[in-house]
DNA sequence: CATGAATGAGGATTCATTCAT
DNA sequence: AATGAATGAATCCTCATTCAT
């Protein structure tokens, strides 16, 4: 009994510890950039040793994709709050909701929502466990869920076109998600001249329109 | 005379070399990635000293822009003979042909595409002259030009809602570039489960089809 | 208490590292020249990881600027030595022992004393924390007060000519500085054909016969 | 006598080149400091190319060297006129010349002045030509020659004390040079706090006057 | 567990000098 | 003679990771 209140003990302040680290590489991550972030400066920042560091991750991109972990349960938050209150709705305004709620999202969290964009092809996966990035894209599928629910919603109402729900969402997404990665490089940005949220509008109402059940 | 014919075969010799960089480096940025290359690889496979890549390129960062420049100008290619080819065409097929021309390139230039979408925020804008950043700029609106013609012929048969014709090319490249990015990045494929083909197709008819003026 | 005497053996291995580099980067210096030494050198003397060089000074500069100060406490403690053991003598005596101290210095250690004359003019300060560059000041400075203050008792004493005791310090300073920096550089030692120690004396003769207090 | 005339005409145009090449080399050497200078910079300014520079100079030392010498060809200029100019005075007031004259090179010649004093040890004498630093040493002895004759007279006069001229003018040298040296640093400026005239004129003064002959 | 000193393989860029044309 | 392209050693500094204590 005595043991297990300590080794419990013990969890709950390598927990800490862990927590700690992620708090530090988060501010120096979204502080300096993710280029130009070294493992001692979020050392310094956590106030550890590096060393200690290494106790916790094996590797500094491993550190990056435990933010991003973070950064996917908080989107989670935002969907899935947005899903339940709009219960009551159809499924058009739903997936609207949804839309919404990743706007609000890439607005209140900008960081995270760059973490989510930088991750590079090549250097990610070789440095992270083939766990860890199975829970990464885990996570990602159950954001992605709330939108696949919604839109199963409107073709089962007839206000959406037929078709799999699971396309229509990823489409709905891939499209949003373009319109938020165009103006996030200055120069697309100076491209399409647009504020984002316009566009982001645009693309959104666009979209929901021509998803739309034909009459004809 | 004779002194203009050297010069002239001079400067050619000098372009070539230029080239061989060029194609040394794009070798090396697609093989490897674009973080991981070095000045010492580009040199390597250029087989020149690494000194003789200075003379020719101040920056490694230039190196990239110039390749940029280059997809670009691919891609300009490929945008402007779908424009020209569909000049019988109304609005809407016209962007629809531009659309696949995009997709042509995506599926025949996938390193370009890579290189135009990695660019890096900071990083780059530091390291390259105000005058290469600007002529990149210039030569990325070329090709959304061909985009925002056709919309405006659209608008103008009546056939697309109206409004202004960039701010509905803005939306519709953003959201297809949507589509390519996500499925560019193994995450997020794996997320989407579509086939990019499927996904680019379906992001291009519902957007086109929500672009369409209602008669109500 | 324990723990304080691990942190205090710590910090003795410590300066004990930091001293060993220095050790190295003098010898290298001396040896090589100041333009010519380079961290590789530095760090393969202390047999020591290049890198582990940078653990202890931010910048090769600042190593240079270490052992400046070095040298500068070794000459002040020529100088105050000279002053304390001169107590009894009037104001031009101890001037002339304060003189031998520092020609004392030249001999016995020409190797800071050319690194103290090595100094460039840009490269340096900009390279150097404004700290340290006042560090620097502040001990040249504690070096010359002793001079200072043997010319004021000189004055007081009225055996020297009345003025600024600054002032006349700076000039005999800079005239004994002269005779060594002349007879420093080979072409120039060609040039005066004669002994350091013989020119030397020849100025803090002269020097100080013309600084006395006249009659008439 | 044809031959004569071409091969002087192609020795002119030689002697031309080099002083192209050396007035550029001044220009850099002045503009952006000995160390910072290329061979690429002097080319560009000269107007050639750069192996060229190499057919008339074997070393970027040797340049360096050359506009040594034109400075020194230049101080020889100050100090004979303020010899002859002062025929009419005695030794002591034609020494008081010629040091006005050397401050007056120090004050409209400072980047000769500098590159007097610039030269290094080591760097130097390894890449320049045994010739030629012989050459550098006969001109700088040629301007103390001046002095030398100056302090002789004032010996044969019985104004100034007796002694080796030579030694007298080595030692006046020194500390004038001293005076001029310690100025020329910020750090050194710093330390004595006087300006450059005021700290010359006083060594000048107390050496003079120290170098008197004493009628007891 | 924690530490933090040590590592050393890079990495981008510079520049005096050479040499084929 | 003149060119100027090519060289490649040299240089300072960075940083993820390891490991003895």
Redesign the pocket.
Known sequence: MARSATSSR?LKE?ED?KERILAAARDVFFDVGIR?A???MIAARAE?????V??YFP??ETILAHLLLEGLDTLNDHLSSAFYSSAQLDGEARLRWLARAYYGYYVQEPDYFRLMMAFDRGQFQE?VSAELYELILLRSLRGLRWVVEAAQQGIREGKLAPGDPRQLAGMLWAALNGALVVTSHPLRRELVEQEVETLYAGVLDTMLRGLRARRD
């Not at 550890?48 to 200690?52: H, M, Q, Y």
Request: overall charge positive.
């Open positions: 013990r390598k510890r130009r070294t493992v001692d550890i040793a590096k060393g200690t290494y106790l590797t500094k440095s």
